[in-house]
């Protein structure tokens, strides 16, 4: 059974930093893409980020140069560093999973290409 465990949210000032760990067990695949959405308040959820087992990385415009993502293969954990924090960050973060790689993971970006999901942290970013 695959599991992904989010943590590092919080509350933080804007132009300040955070960073989310996610960590993922029960898969078994040689392939995946792994990524981030985030969920504001009365928004739909949106990909910010995605990485795949080949270390290929996709951003979306709204967090391109402030946010990273990355991750530890030998520890099964992805990584999202978010940087120059800005109060439309706000939201509740998840990382989730699939097993394609490559343009399939750079380009679909919706929700329901996802089939592994974590249960979410809160950010919060005050001005």
């Known amino acids: 059974q695959v599991q992904l465990v989010e943590s590092g949210g919080g509350s933080v000032q804007a132009g300040g930093s955070q960073r989310l760990s996610c960590a993922v067990s029960?898969?078994?695949?040689?392939?995946?893409?792994r990524a981030w959405f985030r969920q504001g308040p009365g928004k739909e959820r949106e990909r910010v980020a995605a990485?795949?087992?080949?270390?290929?990385?996709i951003y979306a415009i709204s967090v391109k140069g402030r946010f990273t993502i990355s991750q530890d293969n030998a520890e099964n954990i992805l990584y999202l560093q978010m940087d120059s924090l800005k109060p439309e960050d706000t939201a509740m973060y998840y990382c989730?999973?699939?097993?394609?790689?490559?343009?399939?993971?750079?380009?679909?970006?919706?929700?329901?290409?996802?089939?592994?999901w974590g249960q979410g942290t809160q950010v919060i970013v005050s001005s």
């Open positions: 029960g898969y078994t695949g040689s392939s995946y893409c």
């Open positions: 990485i795949d087992s080949d270390g290929s990385t």
């Open positions: 989730a999973a699939n097993s394609f790689k490559g343009w399939l993971c750079r380009g679909l970006a919706g929700m329901t290409q996802y089939d592994y």
